[in-house]
């Protein structure tokens, strides 16, 4: 099975500093500024709404999405 991983760097953030999702396994990883790290799953539709838009907040999205 191929493990893609799409990787975000979030600088506008005060709370991430890193997504990293991966679509095959529905799972997304978010890296804390603290240094700790969130395993949340994901649908692969809410992922495509990070890729598709550019206008899309990363705190927002791991605030609606991940840890919805």
């Known amino acids: ?3 893609t991983c ?3 760097a979030t ?3 005060s709370a991430s500093e890193e997504i990293r999702l991966y679509p095959f396994r529905r799972h997304a990883m978010v890296f804390w500024q603290s240094g700790h790290y969130s395993a949340h799953t994901v ?3 809410d992922m495509l709404r990070l ?3 550019p206008k899309q ?3 927002a999205w791991i605030n609606d999405y991940a840890l919805a």
Do not use: E, H, T, Y
């Open 43 to 45: 649908r692969r539709r």
């Open 57 to 59: 907040s990363a705190g």
């Open 11 to 13: 600088p506008q953030s």
């Open 51 to 53: 890729l598709l838009n």
């Open 1 to 3: 099975m191929i493990n």
């Open 6 to 8: 799409l990787v975000f």
